[in-house]
């Protein structure tokens, strides 16, 4: 007997719509396929704290093993032609001659996302420069 269950229609759902209010059964279980944890998570409540607990179990309904790194798709804007440049390694590695705008002279030592570590000529000290103040010093 089921009568004192009472059921309540949630809407329409659409399914263009950004986040939970778009988000399907089928779509969640294809994020969770495809390891991607962003997706997953743009599907849950905001105040939900086991996103990854939570994904695995779907994997594992699904028969998929469980994960401890997830996808990570961001879709960053193009920053800008030297960093891009750079992203693409075609422009600074490590071992490179370089010279700052300043004039200050060195090696570099560490190639960092948006900056390089190079260790200056003379004193040998580390000086971290960001990737337009440099150029390739032949």
């Known amino acids: 007997d089921f009568a004192s ?3 309540m229609n949630a809407g329409e759902r659409d399914p263009d719509a950004e986040g939970a209010e778009g988000m399907s059964a ?10 991607d944890l962003i997706a997953f998570t743009s599907g849950l409540p ?15 309904g699904m028969g998929l093993k469980e994960e401890k790194s997830f996808r990570q798709d961001v879709k960053l804007k193009k920053a800008s032609n030297i960093r ?20 200050q002279e060195g090696v570099i030592d560490t190639l960092g996302a948006n900056h ?6 003379g004193d040998g000290n580390f000086k971290n420069f960001w990737l337009q103040d440099l150029c390739l010093n032949n």
């Open 26 to 35: 089928s779509k969640m279980r294809a994020a969770a396929a495809n390891n």
């Open 84 to 103: 891009e440049k750079f992203v693409a390694g075609k422009l600074f590695n490590v071992k490179d001659r370089v010279k700052s705008k300043d004039g």
């Open 5 to 7: 269950i009472k059921i």
């Open 46 to 60: 905001k105040r939900f704290k086991d996103a990854d607990g939570l994904m695995n179990a779907v994997r594992s």
């Open 116 to 121: 390089v570590k190079v260790r200056l000529e």
